[in-house]
């Protein structure tokens, strides 16, 4: 295993100004490609046409997932309006979200806000990915019930400053073997409406962040509703203990340990 030394000095990270919008390869998915490697027919994840070119693609992708072509470049060449944009966004796409992928565009390398070299530099390592993986402390389980109760302030010391809304609740968790109820804090009840958590849901909680991860709604609850969307995702209900100590893969690029190392707080901020 290789090690990495993360340098402590404090640099700024200037980000590159762009403008996001809705491009016209919005729509691709992927390649297209059966498992041989042949273009299916009838516009397959948004290709449609250049079967040879996307069959080349397909064998630089395999090489890609069998590490036989690591630190190497693609060029993609061609006649303005053959695909190449559309191949190259199949091809990252086909490859997953733990890949990085950066687009650019030759007005961004030449910018006013930084030099071509720091532009370039930083594309490179928005592109270069790692796994960071992390032991913690989760409690995993089916929400069984959410109570929260507002409480408004009373008046507060001899000047008489009025205090806000006060939320406090309790949170019922369950696994197959037991059920525990949790009383909950201000922060908590943001966090649970933040990512919209409701009764039927299977969630995790890290003890020491107490960041909140919705995975998908329980199969005991799959005939609450007479139609649900697409992305609605069921999982079984968590067997055993409420806590358990569980690995989590971070994927990072060297562009985000930079931006966390050039804060004051440094890379736990």
Do not use: W
């Not at 072509?69 to 979200?97: D, V």
């Amino acid at each position: 295993m290789a090690d990495i030394n993360l340098s402590t000095t404090t640099t700024t990270v200037r980000e590159l100004t762009r403008l996001e919008r809705i491009g016209a390869h919005s729509h691709i998915r992927g390649l297209g490609l059966s498992e041989d490697l042949e273009p299916r027919k009838g516009g397959s994840q948004g290709m449609v046409g250049q079967s040879a070119a996307r069959r080349a693609v397909g064998v630089v992708y395999r090489m890609i997932s069998e590490g036989k072509i690591g630190g190497r470049a693609i060029l993609l060449a061609g006649k303005p309006g053959t695909g190449k944009t559309a191949i190259a966004m199949g091809l990252a796409q086909q490859l997953g979200e733990d890949t990085p992928f950066t687009t650019m565009s030759g007005s961004e390398v030449f910018s006013l806000e930084m030099s071509k070299t720091e532009a370039l530099t930083q594309a490179l390592r928005k592109s270069i990915g790692v796994q960071i993986l992390e032991e913690t402390e989760v409690m995993e389980g089916e929400v069984v019930e959410i109570q929260i109760d507002t409480a408004f302030g009373g008046e507060k010391g001899k000047g008489g400053s009025k205090g806000g809304m006060e939320k406090t609740g309790r949170l019922t968790l369950c696994t197959t073997d037991m059920e525990t109820v949790y009383d909950l804090g201000t922060k908590m009840i943001d966090a649970l409406s933040k990512e919209k958590v409701t009764a039927g849901d299977v969630i995790t909680i890290d003890k020491a962040s107490g960041k909140i991860t919705k995975l998908g709604r329980s199969f005991s609850r799959s005939r609450d509703y007479d139609a649900m969307g697409s992305q609605t995702r069921f999982v079984q209900c968590p067997e055993g203990e409420l806590q358990k100590r569980k690995e989590v893969v971070h994927n990072v690029s060297l562009h985000e340990i930079d931006v966390i190392n050039s804060r004051q707080q440094g890379f736990l901020a």
